[in-house]
T-cell receptor, first 113, second 116 residues
Framework: GQQLNQSPQSMFIQEGEDVSMNCTSS?????WLWYKQDPGEGPVLLIA?????ELTSNGRLTAQFGITRKDSFLNISASIPSDVGIYFCAGQRYSGNTGKLIFGQGTTLQVKP | DVKVTQSSRYLVKRTGEKVFLECVQDMDHENMFWYRQDPGLGLRLIYF???????EKGDIPEGYSVSREKKERFSLILESASTNQTSMYLCASSLQGLGGTNEKLFFGSGTQLSVL
């Protein structure tokens, strides 16, 4: 099936540092999304991107929909301990009148206080 | 707030057993999904449903079936559990958006299934 390549797989950073992660695909997507999964919980939507080149912020999080529509980036500024978790990118393509999400492998973030 | 409830947090079953994973959502969402989550592989779609009594295969449907008799409930069935089905199973729901969009998924907390 389709694959999204998400990197890095894991990060261990100091509190206060900025974080960058990205997702690439060989296919074009109509929508890019970023989800966060806290330990012991299901993923929660952070940011949704709908147009190529779009840059969207949600607090300390900023995500971009790549111009080629084959990639997306997520940045977290001034990380704090509660940023710990697994971050997933997801792309959506429309087929007929339905859309299916394809998820990346996830980036596990650990923050050292 | 949307709530997606999965009946069990942890489940231990034996090889060959029939296993039922239950999921209920309380926001009248049309769409419901079952994913499995494995380290290094992310979330992979098993089955989904856009309406009652309707089901469609996802990317990895082999060894699974589903049932949606009521709008709020979506069940995942492992007909004969095998050790390679040991995984975290996540249920999700969403509203039916324009053009079939369903990106705003609401997930349950997951069921960690171990098959021995």
């Amino acid at each position: 099936g389709q694959q999204l390549n998400q990197s890095p797989q894991s990060m261990f950073i100091q509190e206060g540092e900025d974080v960058s992660m990205n997702c690439t695909s060989s296919s074009i997507f109509n929508t890019w999304l970023w989800y966060k999964q806290d330990p012991g919980e299901g993923p929660v939507l952070l940011i949704a991107l709908y147009k190529a080149g779009e840059l969207t912020s949600n607090g300390r999080l900023t995500a971009q929909f790549g111009i080629t529509r084959k990639d997306s980036f997520l940045n977290i500024s001034a990380s704090i301990p509660s940023d710990v978790g697994i971050y997933f990118c997801a792309g959506q393509r429309y087929s007929g009148n339905t859309g299916k999400l394809i998820f990346g492998q996830g980036t596990t973030l650990q923050v050292k206080p | 707030d949307v709530k997606v409830t999965q009946s069990s947090r942890y489940l231990v079953k034996r090889t060959g057993e029939k296993v039922f994973l239950e999921c209920v959502q309380d926001m009248d969402h049309e769409n419901m999904f079952w994913y499995r989550q494995d380290p290094g592989l992310g979330l992979r779609l098993i089955y989904f449903s856009y309406d009652v009594k309707m089901k469609e295969k996802g990317d990895i449907p082999e060894g699974y079936s589903v049932s949606r008799e009521k709008k709020e409930r979506f069940s995942l069935i492992l007909e004969s559990a095998s050790t390679n089905q040991t995984s975290m199973y996540l249920c999700a729901s969403s509203l039916q958006g324009l053009g079939g969009t369903n990106e705003k998924l609401f997930f349950g907390s997951g069921t960690q299934l171990s098959v021995l």
